[in-house]
């Protein structure tokens, strides 16, 4: 009796998935599987042969269904072709538009295994004319141990945009220093994707903590991020703003319009009960030019009526050996990880959800749909969260 029910719930979440990604898709936004995170342990895998193999089955999984098998295989092998694999797809046949690497301990064999979803990716991107991205979210300390493979080696792949996390370590936003920039090593990335990126066209996100109990330490309020942002995006490489995570960017009151500003180095009148954001001069960052190349979108997600605290992102790494860097105690430093979010000024919850639900439609109304790296003609570093 149970079988029945359970089936039936299967097909009515995989139906109603599939549904909400095409629908998001259809409105231009963009939808990546991220794989891994801080609480992941498994290792990656045990031999380069595995790791394409695990590849193929990812994109047997999640990328374009086959046309002329049954929902449970996909017809890839060399170049996208080939042999089929026998996969469940949970979103039915809706497709990913690419992936995304958050792996934060060792993991073995990744050069290969991303290796051969860029090579599954543009097969497909050569038949259909669909883009695919890979995406990865290191730890801002340089190079990033986790991810060494998939952005620092001769065979790593060709990767379309880093999440960094300038948060939880030495390094973070909360590190910058007006005139001297301190332990902030944007620039160190910024280098990174001039000169070793296997993508000369990579672009760098500045990826922060979206409120107090988002992260162990590197929270900012928008008076503090807000010169952070414009130090950042002077760099060529720079495209945009990454939160961690949604629910709490949407429980933190007047952040979101507060990085809008801050990327179009405009202030806005603040709302009741938002933060004033002060206009501020930064210093030119070393030998670095004014970002000439267009930037990206700003996306959204659907608001949650109270923000659940996420998942601990990210073990902090240990700053390289030197006298002139200072390891900040994320203990003390920066974000209480057991702070409670940002409260908004009183009033019922209902109108408390409609207020943040209008900040939300403010900056849909009048901001470009895509990143740059989708988007040639955008005006605007993309915010992800």
């Not at 001769?154 to 030495?170: G, K």
């Not at 280098?191 to 900012?220: C, D, F, I, Q, R």
């Amino acid at each position: 009796m149970h079988l029945p029910i359970l089936s039936m719930l299967r097909i009515l979440m995989q139906s109603t998935t599939s549904a909400d990604i095409t629908t998001c898709q259809s409105k231009n936004k963009t939808i990546l599987l991220s794989i891994g995170g801080a609480t992941y342990t498994e290792g990656g895998f045990t031999s380069p042969t595995a790791a394409e193999a695990g590849a193929d089955l990812l994109w047997a999984t999640f990328g374009p269904p086959p046309t002329t098998t049954t929902s449970r295989t996909s017809e890839i092998g060399s170049a996208g072709r080939g042999n089929a694999v026998a996969a469940y797809r949970p979103f039915g046949t809706a497709t990913l538009d690419g992936f995304d690497f958050d792996f934060e301990a060792t993991v073995l064999n990744m050069a290969p295994f991303t290796k051969r979803l860029r090579t599954l990716a543009d097969a497909d991107t050569v038949k259909s004319k669909r883009k695919y991205f890979l995406t990865a979210a290191p730890q801002c300390p340089y190079p990033d141990a986790a991810d060494r493979d998939i952005l620092n080696t001769d065979a790593s792949a060709t990767i379309d945009a880093v999440w960094v996390q300038f948060y939880n370590n030495y390094c973070g936003v909360n590190s910058y220093t007006a005139g001297s920039v301190g332990n902030f090593n944007f620039e160190t990335w910024d280098k990174w994707a001039l000169t070793e990126s296997k993508n000369p066209n990579v672009k760098v996100y500045l990826g922060v903590p979206a409120n107090t109990g988002a992260a162990g330490s590197g929270y900012l309020p928008i008076s503090s991020l807000t010169p952070v942002i414009q130090y950042s995006k002077k760099f060529e490489s720079f495209g945009g703003v990454m939160m961690w995570d949604v629910t709490q960017a949407y429980g933190n009151q007047g952040f979101l319009p507060g990085v809008k500003a801050a990327l179009r180095g405009t202030v806005q009148g603040p709302k009741q009960g938002e933060e004033e954001i002060p206009v501020l001069q930064v210093a030119d960052p070393p030998s670095s030019t004014a970002s000439s190349s267009p930037s990206p979108q700003e996306t959204t997600s659907a608001p949650a009526q109270s923000p659940p605290q996420p998942e601990p992102e990210s073990q902090p790494q240990q700053p390289p050996s030197s006298p002139s860097v200072t390891q900040q105690d994320a203990t003390t430093s920066g974000a209480d990880a057991n702070a409670s979010p940002v409260a908004p000024a009183p009033q019922t919850e209902a109108g408390e959800l409609q207020q943040n639900q209008d900040e939300l439609d403010d900056q849909d109304a009048d901001l470009p749909l895509l990143p740059s790296w989708m988007e040639p003609d955008a005006d605007l570093p993309w915010i992800e969260i």
